[in-house]
């Protein structure tokens, strides 16, 4: 894409005339085999971080700062940032990384991962490009809780997506009936990294189902975790139209899923698949 657009693809070949080439995302939480092609990158969650950068880039734009120094400038204010042009890696004999030393100083001495501390007020995309094709995830796409309890071992996300943040089943509906009016798709997607630990996940489903299914719009739940909400969710998805189910338990036995840190109990899940069969 950079090469179309006529720009570098290293940073280090990129002058004043050329924009200014961010990262974020899941991708950037391992950042240094990136880093030769971005200018900046955004650790983290870019909800509330992502407006502070664009409004102090322009702020800064008009005060005249040329690209260097407005790397400085927004590398030295913003902590979540990290500017790979403005630290030299430091490697260790087995080729790991040592450290990062700073070319200039001022900046932080840690990038610490941006987090968005409310989700309920965080924004959220309500009109998505709806595609003049069929495709695979034909649906309307909501996240209704960020972060995970269990901290399983073995998941990068649930270690970096910080603290649990739950929307309320009132936001939920705002957002799907936004979401609706826009795309006119039949089917609402409840995401998070464990939707069945949400607390309010029957409010949620219920006050879903009460407000769509009248209009033809099921509702579809990811990989779930086996609990005590799970025997609750099959009845409560398929008044509409058979949806999927899929439940995770990642391990056959219980002893195993202690040891990666994510244990269950047996008749949770029995209970779901015998729920799911009537």
Known sequence: MLDLAGIPVLAADRTGDDPLILAGGPGVNNPEPMAPFFDLMLIGEAEDALPQLVARLAQRRAEGLGREDLLVALAREFDFLYAP??????????????????????????????????????????????????????RVTIEIMRGCPRRCRFCESGRTKGSVRLRSPECILELARACYAHTGLEEISLTSLSPSDHPRLKAILTTLDAEFAPKGVSLSLPSLRTNDQ??????????VRKSGLTMVPEAALPRLRCVIG???????????????WK
């Open 85 to 138: 042009g403005l630290l030299e890696p430091a490697w260790n004999a087995d080729g790991t990384l040592a450290a990062l030393e700073p070319k200039v100083g001022g900046l932080p001495e840690r990038t610490r991962a941006a987090h968005v501390r409310d989700l309920e007020s965080a924004p959220f995309p309500t009109a998505p490009l709806v595609p003049n094709t069929e495709v695979i995830h034909d």
């Open 230 to 239: 799970l025997e609750l969710v099959p009845r409560l998805l398929g008044s």
């Open 262 to 276: 994510k244990p269950m109990d047996d008749e949770h899940l029995f209970a779901g698949a015998r729920e799911a």
